[in-house]
C-alpha cells in the first residue's frame, strides 16, 4: 500500500503520540503501546453451498490486555485490512480504561462480504474462526463481540463452537448475546442513559441544576431516545430534537419551547425513529429544518445520531448559551469543529467517555455470564451509574487539574491507566 | 281449362286427392310404429298402403326393394308410367320404391303423376330410410349385448360383430376401416394383401379404377359384385393373419379417429362461430373421451386448430403450445367462456399464456414431485370480440376511431367515454354469461383482468396499461352482476385510454386490429376478519436483472414477494419494499445486518375489504395486532426481531410479545419447498417457451397459484440492449465486461466522476467526508436521471471511508447509474459491493448499477476524456472548489459538441459500452405511480416531420435557389424522432453558389415547423430544420454529409422534388 494511503493505524498512532508527550512515556512504554502485544493472522477454509471450497482471511489483534482479558469486535467486511484492525483494537484499549473496567482492547475481523454468504456459510465462517482461536480466546484471555456486519446470531455461533471444543459452558466467552441466552438486561438503555450520567456530573460541577436547563437533541433513535428519557427525568427540558425522515430523505428539527415529550413522540414514531411531521404539528411542534437543532439557545447539545454532523461549516451556529455538549454518538464533531469549541471553552464530553455505557455494559454481561447469575435492570443500571460516574469524575478533576480539554484528558487518563498497568506487570 | 276458372268440383277433387295422401301416411306410420315389427313386417304392409295414396288407386301398384329383398303388390310390372325413388340410409342408397301405373293415365302430359305424389313417395322413401337406420341400430345394440355377455375373453371374430356393425350403420366408415385394414395386412408384409391392394382399390366403386378398362359401359352390378367380394377378401386375410385382439383395438382407434372428424370439419371453417366449436367439442368429448387414444397426428392436429381458435395464431406460441395441451383442457375450458352466440373471438394474449403456462406444468409433473398441485384460480374467459358486439349493441363504434385521434384529446375525452362504457348495457346473451359466471364464483372476491390480443404481440409490453380490477363481490346477485358488468365495462373502456393508445403509437400497433378479451379470475386467498386476501404473492422473473452478489447469475431468477395482494411486488411502490429472492441462490439474502432486513421489510400489505367492497393498503402490523395468527402460513412468513437477533417463530401460534413481527419469508425459504418449486417451474418454462419468462403467482399459505405468465422481454425494461460494434476508441467513455444487468439507461448530459486515484491521495478522513457531501449537492442540482456518478470501490460505504465515498441513499437518488470502479492498487483489487446497504433502495428507483474493471484485458475506460475535460463542479457547488481535483463534473454536451452519453447494456453478452453520440432527442424516463412509462414519445413525431420535409421538397423552386436534390436524414428518416427532434436534411446544390436567399427560405420554414412543433409537444426549439449543403465535389470525395447519400448503411433518402 502506497504512503500516501489513508492508514488508520498510522492515525490512531500519531492520536496516541500525541498523548504519549503529554504524559512524557518513556520510550519502552511507547514502543509497546503504540504497536499491539499479539497479532494472530490465519485462514478459515470454508465449503460453501455450492459445493466449492473458499478460504478466508481472519484476523484478531490483542492490542493490550495489561489491565484484563481483551475486548473487542468482529468485524465482517471485504476489504477489512491488518491496519483497520490495529487501529480498532488500540481504540479499544483506550475506551475500556477510560471508564476503568478491568478489560484491554482487541479487535478481530474476516475479509468477506456477508452480501456474497447465506448464512450457512457465515455460520462456517464464525465456527472456524473460533476453532483457529480458540487456544487464545477465552472469558479470561480474550472476550469478542459483535461489529460491523456480525450480530448476535453469529456471537451464538461462535459461543457454542468455543463451548464444543472447550467441553463445557463459557458464556462470558463472548458479549452482545440475547437476553435468556446469557445477555444482559438494561443494554438497550445503557449508551443513552450513560451519556445523561456524564451531564448530570457535569452539571453537577458546574452548580446547575438540571431543572433549570434545556438541550437539544440530534437524533430520535435509541440512544436518543434514552438519553432524553432520563434527561426529562432529571427535571431537564429538551427544547428540540431533530430526525430522520425516511420518505423526504432528509432530517427535520422539532421542537416545543416548552418542551418536547418523549410518551407523545414515540406514539407518532415509526420504527427507524421517523416522526410523523403533520401528527407533530397538530400536537403543536414546530417543523425546522435538519440544522435547527445545532443552533437553538440551550445549555446542552446532545449530537446523539451518526459522526460529523458538527463541522466547520455549522459549528459558528452553536449559541453562546450552549455549555456543554455530550457526544452520544461516534465522532460527531470534525477536528478543526473540534478546535473551535475549544476555543469557545464549551464543556464536551468527548464520544468515548460519553458513550461508554455500551461497552460497560458489555463488561456487565461478561461478569453476569462469568458467575452465572444474572441482574435485575435496575441493578445493571445502577452500576452503569457508579461506573461512569466514577470515570467521568476522573476524567473532568484531571481536565481541571491539568487544565486539559476534555478530549485530551479522556485520552491522557486512558493511556495512563494502560501504561500504569504495564509498569506494575513490571513489562516496561 | 285455364286455372283461374277451375270448378267447386275440380276443387273438391284435390281435397280428395290431399285427404287420400294424408291417410296413406297415416297408415304407413302405423306400420311403422308397432311394436317389436321387423323390416320385412313393416315394408309388407308398406307396400299395400302405398296405392291408396295414389290418385288412381285401382291401377297403382308398389315396390320396395331393399337390400337383397323385395316387396310389392300383386299386381306390381314395370310399366311405361313408373314413379321411383331412392331408399337412402345416411345418404347411402339401400334400395328403391316404386309406384307404377297399369294403365295409361297420361291424358297427353308427360307424366300421369301429380307433383303433389312425387313428394309423397320421397316422403315415404325418407320416412323408411330412417326406419332402416332405427332398425339396424336396434339389432347392432342387441348384437354388441350380445357379444359383450360373451365378452370376459375376446371371443373370435368379435371384431367382426363390430365391423358388421359399423357396416350396416355408417357404409363410410366402414370402408376407410377396410381400407386401412388392408394397409395392415400390406404392411405386415402378407402378399395376399398386397397382391389384392394392387389389382383393385375400392377407389374403383366410384367408377373410375384401372381395372375396369372399358370405361364407357355402365357396370354398377358388377362393381358392387366385386367391391363385396373385395370386403369379404380382406376381412378373411385380417381373419387369418391378425390376432382377433388386435383387429379389435385397431378398429377401434380408427372409429375414435373418425369421430374426431366432425370437431376438424368445425375448426378448419374459418367462420365457425365459438358457439359451434364449442358444441364440436362438446359431442367430441361425448363420443370419445380422452382415454381412447387418438393418432399422435390426429391429435396434434386437433389441438393446433384448436389453439388457433381459441388463443392465437402467433406461430411461436402454436409451435410450443402443441405439444402440451391437452384436449381435456379445451374441454373443461368451453363451459367457462362467456360469448356472443356469433362470436368468432379468442381469448387474449394474458389467457393464452397462463392457459400454457398451466399445460407446461401439468405435463411435466408426471415426472417431477415439485411441479405437482401448481394451482389455477378459478377463471372464467369473455372472447374478444365481446368488446365489438357490446360497443355494437349500445351505437358506440365511434369511439374506435378514438385511437386515431391526437393524444391530448384521447386523453381529454377517456374519462367520458368510461363513463359512456359503464352506463352501456350488455348483449342478453352475454349477460346470461357473466351471470352464470358469477352463479360459479359465488361470493369469492374476483379480479377482472384484461387479456387483449395485443397482450401476446411479441415485443410489446402491456403491463399496467390496460385495466385489472380487484372486486370484493360480496351481498346479493345484482349488486355483484352490476359490480362486475361495471368492471368489465371499465376494462373494454381502457382500450381506449390514452396510455395504452400511446403506447400502440409508439410501436407502431395504432392499426393493429384490437380486441379485448376478459379473465374473470377468483382472487385466491382466505377471509379473516372483515378482510380477504392471499398469504403472499408476487412475481417471479426466470432472468435476475438485479443481481446483488457476483455468486448470483443471471439465471438464477429473481422472485419479489409481499404478503397479501400481489400488486405491491408487481409495482414499484416508494416507500415500501418486496422481498426479493434469486431462486437459484435462495440463501444469499439481499439485506444482510438484521437493522436493514428490518428497514427493507414490507411493511403495508394490499387487501380486499369485503366490508366496504374495496381494495386497500394496510398496515402490517396493525393488521396482525387485530387479527393475531389467522394468516395461514404465518410462520412462514414472519420472523420475530428483538432489536438483537432475527428469529423464526416455532409452533402453532406467533408470540408476538417478545419482539416486532417482521415479513422476511425466511420460514418459506427454510421449511418449504416453494423456492425450489419457483427455481424448476421458472427454469422449466423458460425451457419451453424458449424465452425468459415473468410470472404472477399467490399462495392461500396452502397451495400456489398461477395466475399470469408471459415472455419477461414483453417487458422493454428488461431487455438488452444492442451493443454498437467498431466505434472509434476516441468516442468510448468505458465499457464492461462482467456482472452486467440489463435495464434503459436514459441518455446522459452529466457526468460526475470522483477520481479513484485523487480520493486515495486524500489526507484526512475530514476531506474524505466532504467529498460524499459534495455529491450529495450535485445529486440534488443535477437533473434527475440525466447524469451518472462514477466513483472508486463501494459508494455508501459505512465501514472505511477510504474505500468508498461515504453517502447515503438520499445522496444518489437522483443519478441514472451508480457506477463503482475497481482501479488496480498494488496487487490489490478493492472488492465491489454489489449490493450496497441501499441497494433495494436503487432497484425500487430503477436506478441502474454497473462496476468496472479498467484493468482488465480488452476493456476501455477513457481516463483522458474524464479527467481532462472541463470540470464545471465549481460553478455549481463552488463552496467545494478546494475538491475539484476530486470531483469532477463534466458536461458532456458542452465538452462534446452537444453530443451525450449513451449506455448500453447487454446481459446476454455480457456488455457494456458508453460512448459519447448524438442525442436521439428522447425524453428522460419518468416514473409515475402505477405504471411504469418506458418512453412517452408519441409515435407520429417522425411522421408528419416527413409529411412536411416532403411538402418543402415540392414547394421549392430548384431552379431559382440552384438546387439539384434534397435528401432526409437521421432521426426522421429512421422513424425514432422524439418531440424535440430535428428535421436532418441534406441539400445537394450547384457548386458556387451564394446561399443567401435559400437559406432564408429555409429558415421561415424552420421556424414556422418550430412552432408548429411547439403547439403539438410543448418543445420550444429555435428553428426544426438542420440543414446541411453538399455539392458535386463534396459527394464525389463523399465529404461529410455527402457521404451520408447512397451509403451502404443508413443512407439518407431523396426526397421527392418538383420537376
Known amino acids: ?428 | 281449362m285455364k286455372k283461374t276458372e277451375k270448378p267447386v268440383e275440380s276443387l273438391i277433387h284435390e281435397l280428395k286427392e290431399r285427404a287420400k295422401e294424408l291417410n296413406c301416411l297415416y297408415n304407413i306410420e302405423e306400420a311403422l310404429n308397432e311394436r317389436d315389427t321387423t323390416i320385412d313386417a313393416a315394408f309388407k304392409m308398406i307396400v299395400d298402403a302405398i296405392p291408396g295414396g295414389w290418385q288412381y288407386s285401382e291401377i297403382t301398384q308398389a315396390k320396395i326393394t331393399y337390400r337383397e329383398k323385395v316387396f310389392k303388390t300383386k299386381g306390381f310390372a314395370y310399366t311405361p308410367w313408373i314413379l321411383a325413388e331412392p331408399i337412402k340410409v345416411q345418404g347411402v342408397e339401400m334400395g328403391a320404391l316404386l309406384v307404377a301405373y297399369t294403365e295409361d293415365k297420361t291424358n297427353k302430359k308427360e307424366t300421369p303423376f301429380l307433383p303433389e305424389e312425387e313428394k309423397l313417395l320421397k316422403t315415404i322413401a325418407d320416412r323408411l330410410g330412417h326406419f332402416i337406420l332405427h332398425q339396424d341400430l336396434k339389432n347392432v345394440f342387441s348384437d354388441l349385448r350380445e357379444a359383450t355377455t360373451h365378452m370376459n375373453r375376446p371371443t373370435k371374430g368379435e371384431w367382426r360383430i363390430v365391423l358388421d356393425m359399423i357396416r350396416k350403420t355408417d357404409p363410410n366408415l366402414f370402408l376407410s376401416i377396410a381400407r386401412k385394414l388392408l394397409h395392415m395386412l400390406c404392411w405386415n408384409g402378407i402378399e395376399e394383401a398386397e397382391e389384392l391392394s394392387r389389382q383393385s382399390s375400392i377407389a374403383m366403386k366410384s367408377n373410375d379404377g384401372e381395372y375396369d378398362e372399358d370405361e364407357n359401359k355402365p357396370k354398377k352390378k358388377m362393381i358392387i359384385n366385386n367391391y363385396d367380394d373385395y370386403i369379404d377378401q380382406i376381412l378373411k386375410l385380417a381373419d387369418k393373419y391378425i390376432y382377433d385382439e388386435e383387429i379389435l383395438a385397431r378398429v377401434q382407434k380408427w372409429i375414435q379417429e373418425d369421430k374426431s372428424s366432425g370437431l376438424v370439419k368445425a375448426l378448419e371453417t374459418k367462420d365457425t362461430s365459438l358457439a359451434d366449436i364449442a358444441d364440436a367439442i362438446r359431442k367430441y368429448y361425448h363420443l370419445a373421451p380422452e382415454k381412447f387414444e387418438l393418432s399422435p397426428s390426429t391429435i396434434k392436429g386437433l389441438r393446433v386448430s384448436l389453439l388457433r381458435r381459441f388463443f392465437t395464431e402467433d406461430l411461436d406460441y402454436i409451435r410450443v403450445a402443441k405439444d402440451y395441451v391437452k384436449l381435456t383442457d379445451f374441454y373443461k375450458l368451453i363451459d367457462k367462456m362467456i360469448y356472443q352466440p356469433t362470436s368468432r373471438g379468442t381469448l387474449g394474449g394474458k389467457s393464452s399464456g397462463l392457459f400454457l403456462a398451466a399445460s407446461i406444468i401439468n405435463k411435466k409433473s408426471d415426472d417431477n414431485e415439485l411441479m405437482k398441485n401448481v394451482k389455477i384460480p378459478k377463471t372464467w374467459y369473455v372472447a374478444s370480440d365481446g368488446v365489438l358486439s357490446f360497443m355494437q349493441y349500445n351505437n358506440l363504434e365511434e369511439v374506435l376511431e378514438q385511437k386515431y385521434k391526437d393524444i391530448d384529446e384521447v386523453r381529454l375525452e377517456y374519462p367520458h367515454i368510461v363513463q359512456l362504457f359503464k352506463n352501456s348495457q350488455f348483449p342478453p346473451d352475454m349477460l346470461k354469461g357473466i351471470s352464470m359466471a358469477l352463479d360459479d364464483f359465488g361470493e369469492s372476491p374476483i379480479v377482472v383482468r384484461s387479456s387483449s390480443l395485443l397482450e401476446d404481440q411479441m415485443g410489446a409490453s402491456f403491463s399496467g396499461k390496460y385495466k385489472s380490477l380487484f372486486l370484493a363481490n360480496q351481498g346479493q346477485k345484482s349488486e355483484r352482476l352490476s359490480a362486475l358488468t361495471d368492471a368489465i365495462a371499465e376494462v373494454y373502456a381502457s382500450t381506449f385510454g390514452p396510455d395504452p393508445i400511446e403506447y400502440r403509437a409508439e410501436r407502431g400497433l395504432l392499426d393493429f386490429h384490437e380486441e379485448m378479451g376478459v379473465m374473470i379470475q377468483e382472487v385466491v386467498g382466505t377471509r379473516i376478519g372483515k378482510y380477504y386476501m392471499p398469504s403472499f404473492a408476487g412475481v417471479a422473473f426466470s432472468n435476475n436483472e438485479f443481481r446483488w452478489s457476483p455468486r448470483i447469475k443471471r439465471e438464477d431468477g429473481l422472485v419479489r414477494m409481499v404478503p397479501g395482494l400481489g400488486t405491491r411486488a408487481v409495482d414499484r411502490i416508494g416507500d415500501d419494499f418486496p422481498v426479493l429472492i434469486a431462486p437459484g441462490q435462495p440463501n444469499l439474502n439481499v439485506n444482510i445486518t438484521t437493522e436493514d432486513i428490518f428497514k427493507y421489510a414490507p411493511k403495508k400489505m394490499d387487501v380486499i375489504n369485503l366490508e366496504t367492497n374495496e381494495f386497500e393498503t394496510i398496515s402490517i402490523e396493525d393488521f396482525v395486532a387485530s387479527y393475531g395468527n389467522q394468516l395461514p402460513g404465518m410462520n412462514n412468513i414472519f420472523s420475530i426481531y428483538d432489536g438483537h437477533i432475527m428469529r423464526q417463530p416455532m409452533g402453532i401460534a406467533l408470540n408476538t410479545n417478545n419482539g416486532e413481527l417482521v415479513v422476511t419469508f425466511e420460514g418459506l425459504r427454510k421449511n418449504s419447498n416453494f423456492v425450489k418449486r419457483m427455481d424448476l417451474i421458472l427454469k422449466t418454462l423458460q425451457n419451453c417457451l424458449k424465452t425468459p419468462i415473468d410470472l404472477e403467482f399467490a399462495s392461500n399459505g396452502v397451495d400456489l397459484y398461477l395466475l399470469q405468465c408471459r415472455p419477461q422481454s414483453f417487458s422493454k425494461e428488461n431487455v438488452g440492449d444492442q451493443i454498437p460494434q467498431n466505434v472509434p476508441k476516441k468516442q468510448i467513455i468505458f465499457s464492461a465486461k462482467k456482472y452486467i444487468s440489463n435495464g434503459k439507461v436514459p441518455e446522459i448530459t452529466q457526468i460526475v466522476y470522483v477520481d479513484p486515484i485523487k480520493y486515495g491521495e486524500l489526507e484526512t478522513k475530514d476531506e474524505m467526508i466532504q467529498v460524499g457531501r459534495a455529491v450529495g449537492k450535485l445529486n440534488k442540482l443535477l437533473p434527475k436521471r440525466k447524469f451518472i456518478l462514477m466513483g472508486p470501490g463501494r459508494w455508501g460505504s459505512r465501514g472505511d471511508i477510504k474505500l468508498g465515498v461515504n453517502v447515503t441513499y438520499s445522496d444518489i437518488n437522483n443519478t441514472a447509474m451508480l457506477i463503482e470502479i475497481a482501479k488496480k492498487k498494488g496487487s490489490y483489487l478493492p472488492d465491489l459491493s454489489f449490493g450496497t446497504h441501499f441497494f433495494q433502495d436503487l432497484v425500487e428507483a430503477s436506478i441502474r448499477y454497473l462496476p468496472l474493471y479498467p484493468d482488465d484485458e480488452g476493456i476501455e475506460f477513457n481516463e483522458e476524456y474524464l479527467c481532462s475535460s472541463t470540470n464545471v463542479m465549481k460553478n455549481l457547488i463552488p463552496e467545494y472548489s478546494h475538491l475539484s481535483d476530486v470531483v469532477r463534473v463534466i458536461d458532456i454536451t458542452q465538452a462534446s459538441d452537444g453530443k451525450i452519453l449513451k449506455i448500453f447494456v447487454n446481459a446476454e453478452i455480457e456488455e457494456a459500452i458508453a460512448i459519447i453520440d448524438t442525442p436521439k432527442g428522447e425524453l428522460p424516463i419518468e416514473e409515475k405511480h402505477y405504471y411504469v412509462y418506458e418512453e412517452t414519445q408519441i409515435s407520429d413525431h417522425w411522421k408528419w416531420r416527413l409529411n412536411m420535409a416532403q411538402r418543402l421538397a415540392n414547394d421549392l423552386d430548384l431552379d431559382f435557389y440552384n438546387v439539384r436534390a434534397i435528401y432526409i436524414f437521421g432521426s426522421v428518416k429512421n422513424a425514432v424522432a422524439g418531440p424535440g427532434s430535428d428535421i436532418d436534411l441534406i441539400i445537394h446544390i450547384d457548386n458556387d453558389i451564394k446561399l443567401d436567399r435559400l437559406e432564408c427560405w429555409l429558415k421561415g420554414w424552420s421556424l414556422a415547423l418550430s412552432e408548429v412543433n411547439f403547439l403539438r409537444t410543448g418543445y420550444q426549439t429555435d428553428g426544426l430544420l438542420d440543414v446541411q449543403f453538399v455539392t458535386d465535389e463534396d459527394i464525389k470525395k463523399k465529404h461529410k454529409y455527402a457521404a451520408k447519400i447512397g451509403a451502404s448503411i443508413d443512407p439518407a433518402r431523396p426526397l421527392r422534388i418538383r420537376v
Open chain 1, 1 to 428: 500500500m502506497k504512503g500516501t494511503d489513508f492508514n488508520p493505524f498510522a492515525m490512531a498512532q500519531a492520536q496516541f503520540d500525541k498523548v504519549a508527550d503529554i504524559l512524557a512515556l518513556d520510550q519502552g512504554t511507547r514502543d509497546l503501546l503504540r504497536n499491539p502485544l499479539r497479532e494472530f493472522h490465519f485462514s478459515i477454509p470454508v465449503k460453501m453451498d455450492d459445493g466449492t471450497t473458499q478460504v478466508f482471511q481472519g484476523f484478531r489483534v490483542q492490542h493490550n490486555d495489561a489491565m484484563g482479558p481483551s475486548k473487542g469486535g468482529i468485524r465482517f467486511h471485504p476489504q477489512e485490512t491488518v491496519n483497520t484492525v490495529r487501529a480498532l483494537s488500540m481504540w479499544m484499549s483506550w475506551k475500556t480504561a477510560v471508564v476503568n473496567i478491568p478489560l484491554g482492547g482487541g479487535k478481530g475481523g474476516v475479509i468477506c462480504d456477508p452480501h456474497n454468504l447465506s448464512m450457512k456459510e457465515q455460520e462456517q465462517i464464525c465456527r472456524g474462526w473460533v476453532r483457529q482461536m480458540s487456544k487464545n480466546v477465552g472469558p479470561l484471555n480474550d472476550v469478542p463481540a459483535p461489529d460491523v456486519m456480525t450480530n448476535a446470531q453469529h456471537m451464538l455461533w461462535m459461543l457454542d463452537e468455543f463451548e464444543v471444543i472447550n467441553g463445557a459452558k463459557y458464556p462470558g466467552f463472548i458479549t452482545g448475546k440475547p437476553v435468556g441466552m446469557g445477555g444482559s438486561l438494561g443494554r438497550t438503555e445503557a449508551t443513552g442513559y450513560g451519556v445523561i450520567f456524564t451531564v448530570r456530573e457535569a452539571l453537577k460541577q458546574m452548580g446547575i441544576k438540571p431543572e433549570n436547563t434545556t438541550a437539544s437533541v440530534q437524533g430520535f433513535g435509541n440512544v436518543a431516545q434514552y438519553a432524553i428519557q432520563l434527561y426529562t427525568q432529571m427535571g431537564g427540558k429538551v427544547v428540540c430534537v431533530s430526525c430522520w425522515d425516511q420518505k423526504d430523505e432528509t432530517s427535520y428539527s422539532y421542537k416545543k419551547n416548552d418542551g418536547i415529550k418523549l410518551e407523545e413522540l414515540l406514539k407518532i414514531t415509526d420504527k427507524f425513529g421517523g416522526i410523523d411531521k403533520e401528527k407533530a404539528v397538530k400536537m403543536g411542534y414546530e417543523i425546522l429544518d435538519a440544522e435547527a437543532w445545532i443552533e437553538q439557545e440551550v445549555d446542552i447539545l446532545i449530537p446523539a445520531a451518526i459522526e460529523n454532523q458538527i463541522r466547520k461549516d455549522n459549528v459558528d451556529k452553536i449559541k453562546d448559551t450552549v455549555k456543554i455538549i455530550a457526544e452520544g454518538a461516534n465522532g460527531p464533531t470534525t477536528p478543526d469543529a473540534d478546535k473551535v469549541i475549544e476555543k469557545k471553552g464549551i464543556f464536551v464530553i468527548p464520544d468515548f467517555l460519553a458513550n461508554a455505557g455500551g461497552v460497560t455494559c458489555s463488561y456487565f454481561e461478561q461478569v453476569q455470564c462469568n458467575m452465572n447469575y444474572y441482574w435485575e435492570k435496575d441493578e445493571v443500571l445502577s452500576k452503569l451509574d457508579t461506573k461512569m460516574t466514577a470515570a467521568f469524575l476522573a476524567v473532568s478533576d484531571l481536565a481541571k487539574k491539568q487544565n486539559l480539554y476534555m478530549r485530551d484528558a479522556a485520552y491522557v487518563i486512558a493511556v495512563s491507566r494502560v501504561a500504569q498497568a504495564c509498569k506494575d506487570r513490571g513489562w516496561v
